[in-house]
């Protein structure tokens, strides 16, 4: 027997019942930088020493206050600098917020960027089994998977050479099959989809789709608004480090367009 039709509003009605994935509260993240260029480690430890170095203050984020929900896909957009990525590495717990208090309930799988977490040195094998780990995964359950990953990345060849030897598409599709062979409760994905072919990335989309429908929490960073309108139940606009709207999909890819569109006619 097939399985009703959700529409995406009858879906958005259950989301927002079920329990709460993923809570932030008034989270900031304060990054400190010299005033002036410094261009040299050997440079920054004499200014260091002789009290010359001035610092700023500088903040990725500040004051986000966020909900989302378990088996929700959620979108995450702005302008290159907006906090995007810094966010996604709070939720994965990569940095700590310099303030505020957040709860994560569940597994984070993060694909944060092309390669990240990967050795140059080491073979692609090497790093399944070293990227599997970071993961939270067995030396035994990762060789168990090591057929399917290497399956779904189609590296032809390329698994036991140094990843240096890899393109970026490469990288790409390597990363995306460890972090996606085991089920995420909650998965993160920035611009993990910018690189690689269409056949790829097609197979990328199937796979994110079958966990969709399985009821993981997806977050998505991307700069394909096509892409947020198809696959998010909800989003938020970040600018300045700062959400700026968050909500009806449309709405805030909407609001996106027009910060854009007002951007490119200001340079004009």
Not at 64 to 88: M, Q
Not at 90 to 112: D, F, H, N, Q, W
Request: charge should be neutral.
């Amino acid at each position: 027997m097939n399985s009703p039709i959700v529409h995406d509003h009858e879906r958005l009605a259950m989301i927002t019942h079920s329990p709460i994935a993923i809570h932030l509260e008034d989270i900031s993240v304060r990054y400190r930088k010299p005033e002036v260029e410094i261009r040299s480690f050997k440079e920054f430890t004499i200014q260091y020493f002789q009290r010359r170095i001035r610092m700023q203050d500088f903040w990725a984020l500040r004051n986000i206050n966020l909900d989302i929900y378990r088996g929700e896909t959620f979108g995450v957009i702005g302008r290159n600098g907006a906090g995007k990525t810094t966010l996604l590495k709070v939720i994965s717990r990569v940095i700590a917020p310099t303030k505020g208090r957040m709860i994560v309930e569940g597994e984070v799988a993060p694909l944060l960027e092309c390669g990240a977490g990967f050795q140059a040195e080491m073979t692609g094998r090497e790093n399944i089994l070293l990227y599997g780990s970071l993961l939270g995964h067995s030396h035994q359950q990762i060789k168990e998977h090591i057929p399917e990953i290497l399956d779904f990345a189609q590296l032809d060849g390329f698994i036991d050479a140094p990843l240096r030897m890899y393109s970026s598409g490469m990288i790409a599709r390597l990363g995306f099959a460890v972090a996606t062979s085991w089920k995420p409760q909650i998965l993160i994905l920035d611009e993990i989809l910018a690189v690689g072919d269409e056949a790829f990335k097609k197979k990328c989309k199937a796979r994110i789709d079958g966990f969709r429908a399985e009821g993981a929490t997806i977050l998505l960073v991307t700069h394909d608004m096509d892409l947020i309108l198809k696959k998010c139940d909800r989003a938020a606009l970040l600018e300045g480090g700062s959400i700026v709207d968050q909500g009806d999909v449309h709405q805030v890819v909407k609001r996106y367009r027009s910060v854009i569109e007002l951007s490119e006619t200001t340079q004009r």
